[in-house]
């Protein structure tokens, strides 16, 4: 009776102080969540699979609000091979979708595109088998992309925005990079970055490991003005056309680009020379 009370207690303080406690625990790092293979359905797929009226069954909430593994699991074919119990992802889609790794692809003899979840128009078929028949599906099946869900706030925080890609570096005995990794951002969502099995896999990756946002790809869609200004830098032009007739070191020191273009006839100064070597950069001799 008492050692309940106290536990009580316990847990009530825990929760106020998890509350309080602001994404920002990680230290600027990002939760990684693992997905293995999974099936997204619609209802009308689930009653051809389980029958009519079917609902399917939570098992354990997911770490996003609202997401649900289920009880069931259905069989996933291809004209190579089959994947057996792969487990379905509630609630209930308007599209059904089904994500494997590249791995799970070439064991179902298929060539899936790499999607982000929802973005199935023309990707590849797959049939799914369950209990009370099966369905062929004629798109649906995709590697799911990389992707990292945050709120708004966690978006201000990280300064990107929804749609954005990043590249992150995950540390570990093998320590890996993901180029592509898309932002999304939305109030219901909690931080987390999701990646398959496959990606996992390369970076000994387990369930809980953090990842860290290393640069901010620039979107060719993307108004610049939306870049924040830190990763503005990165932009800078790969290369100067250069128009003068004499290049001395304080050129080379006022052009930022790292390959420096010249016209034939232009004379380059010994100092100006050792100042590209000493910064890194390239001379390139324009033949007109
Ligand atoms: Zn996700």
């Known amino acids: 009776m008492q050692e309940n009370l106290v536990q009580k207690i ?21 939760p ?50 089959s994947i057996e119990r792969v487990r379905i992802l509630g609630p209930a889609r308007s599209l059904s979708q089904v994500e494997v790794s590249w791995t799970d692809a070439m064991k179902l003899g298929m060539k899936p595109p790499l999607r982000i979840s929802g973005d199935i128009k023309g990707s ?3 049939t799914l088998i369950g ?17 990292i869900h945050m709120s708004p706030a966690d978006s201000a925080r990280f300064q990107v925005a929804d749609g954005q890609s990043v590249q992150i570096k995950v540390e570990g005995i093998r320590p890996i990079i993901l180029s592509n990794v898309m932002i999304r951002v939305s109030d219901r969502y909690r ?15 387990q369930q809980g490991a953090l ?41 080379v020191l006022e052009i930022e680009a790292r390959e420096i273009i010249v016209p034939k006839n232009t004379i380059v100064t010994a100092l100006a020379y050792d100042k590209i070597r000493e910064l890194n950069k390239t001379l390139t001799i324009r033949s007109e």
């Open 124 to 126: 590849s078929p797959v």
């Open 211 to 251: 990842a860290e946002i290393i640069y901010v790809q620039a979107n060719e869609q993307m108004d610049v003005k939306e870049i924040p200004p830190v990763f503005k830098q990165a932009e800078r032009p790969s290369s100067y056309q250069f128009d003068k007739k004499l290049l001395s070191q304080v050129e």
């Open 10 to 30: 316990v847990e009530e303080v825990l929760q106020q102080v998890l509350k309080k406690q602001p994404s920002s625990q990680y230290d600027g790092k990002i």
């Open 32 to 81: 990684i969540g693992v997905s293995a293979r999974h099936v997204h359905l619609a209802q009308a797929e689930v009653e051809k699979l389980f029958g009519e009226n079917y609902q399917i069954t939570p098992k354990f909430e997911l770490s996003q609000p609202g997401q649900f593994a289920a009880e069931e699991t259905v069989v996933i074919a291809g004209p190579k091979g």
């Open 191 to 205: 931080l987390e970055m999701h990646i398959d099995t496959d990606e996992a896999n390369a970076g000994l990756i």
């Open 131 to 147: 209990p009370n028949g099966s369905v062929v599906l004629n798109e649906g099946l995709i590697i799911a992309q990389a992707h």
